[in-house]
C-alpha cells in the first residue's frame, strides 16, 4: 500500500505491522531494490519504502542534501506517528540518514547504514563530478555502463542479465536534475566532524567489492560513530540486498533481533 507523507510530498509503499523501520535507496537505483528483502522483514516490522525526494511520486527539493534530510525526517514523524523508528539507508539513502540523525536528534532508535560514509576521497569526489558533467552533456544513458559498475560486480552482471536490464531501465527513469544536484552534493560532503553526535546504536555494513563507496569509507565512518559496529558482506558490491538478499538479512539479523528465513 502507498501513502504520501510529509505533506503529501514523499510517496512510500507500507507493509508489515511491528515496530516502523524505514529503507531509504540508493542513488543508482530506486526502491524496487529492497523488494527481496521486504517480506521477511515486514513480517516483524512496519516496513516504509519511501521513493526519495525527486524519484518516482515523491516531489524534488532544492537545498542539497539537509534539505532531502529534513523531507525525510518529515516523512518519519508521519508514518512513525512520532515514535523513533530504525532506519537503513544504502548508498545515497545512507547518507540521507546519517544526515538526518545529525540535524534531528532522536528521529531513529538505531540506524543502518550501508555502503555508504562520512566523506569521499578526492578521486570518489572526481567521479562524481564527472558524473554530473556528463550526464548533463550527454544525458544519463552516457554513463549508465558507469553506474551499473558502481552497482555490481562485473561477474555478477555477467551472470544475472535480466535483473542488470531492469537496473539499467530503474537507472534511466531517473530524473537527469534530480541525479546531477545529488551528484554535486556528493561530491562537496564531509560529515566526519559531526559524527560523534550521533549516538544510537548504529550497524556500518559494506560489500567488500563495493566500488561506489569502497570499504575503508565504512571503516572511518564506524570509527567516528559513538555507538557503531563495522560488518563487511563477502562477495558483494554496492547494492547487497539485491545481490544476496538471505545475506543480507543475515547480517542484519542480530541487530534488529529478528529471525528470518529469506530466499538466496
Known amino acids: 500500500m502507498d501513502r504520501l507523507l510529509a505533506n503529501r510530498t514523499v510517496n ?154 531492469d537496473r539499467r531501465d530503474a537507472f534511466l527513469r531517473t530524473d537527469l536534475n534530480v541525479f546531477c544536484a545529488a551528484c554535486d552534493a556528493l561530491a562537496s560532503l564531509d560529515l566526519r566532524a559531526e559524527l560523534r553526535s550521533v549516538t544510537v546504536p548504529t550497524l556500518v555494513m559494506v560489500g567488500e567489492q563495493d566500488e561506489a563507496t569502497p570499504p575503508p569509507m565504512s571503516y572511518e565512518l564506524a570509527g567516528g560513530l559513538p555507538r557503531a559496529r563495522l560488518r563487511v558482506i563477502p562477495g558483494c558490491a554496492h547494492v547487497p540486498q539485491l545481490q544476496s538478499p538471505k545475506l543480507f538479512l543475515d547480517t542484519i539479523g542480530d541487530f534488529l533481533a529478528v529471525k528470518h528465513n529469506a530466499p538466496a
Open 12 to 165: 512510500a509503499a507500507l507493509s508489515g505491522d511491528g515496530p516502523p523501520l524505514f529503507l531509504f535507496h540508493s542513488l543508482l537505483s530506486d526502491r524496487a531494490s529492497f523488494d527481496a528483502i521486504v517480506p521477511e522483514l515486514a513480517g516483524s516490522f512496519q516496513t516504509i519504502v519511501p521513493e526519495l525526494p525527486g524519484f518516482g511520486r515523491s516531489s524534488a527539493v532544492e537545498g542539497g542534501l539537509a534539505a532531502i534530510a529534513d523531507r525525510m525526517a518529515d516523512a518519519v514523524h508521519d508514518a512513525a506517528d512520532g515514535t523513533p523508528a530504525i532506519v537503513l539507508g544504502n548508498g545515497y539513502g545512507g547518507f540521507v540518514a546519517l544526515q538526518m540523525a545529525i540535524s534531528h536528534p532522536g528521529i531513529a532508535s538505531r540506524l543502518i547504514l550501508a555502503d555508504c560514509g562520512a566523506a569521499f576521497s578526492e578521486p570518489g569526489r572526481e567521479a562524481f563530478r564527472n558524473m554530473a558533467r556528463v550526464s548533463r552533456e550527454k544525458g544519463l544513458a552516457a554513463i549508465t555502463d558507469i553506474a551499473m559498475r558502481r552497482l555490481f560486480a562485473p561477474d555478477f552482471q555477467a551472470q544475472h542479465p535480466a535483473l542488470m536490464q
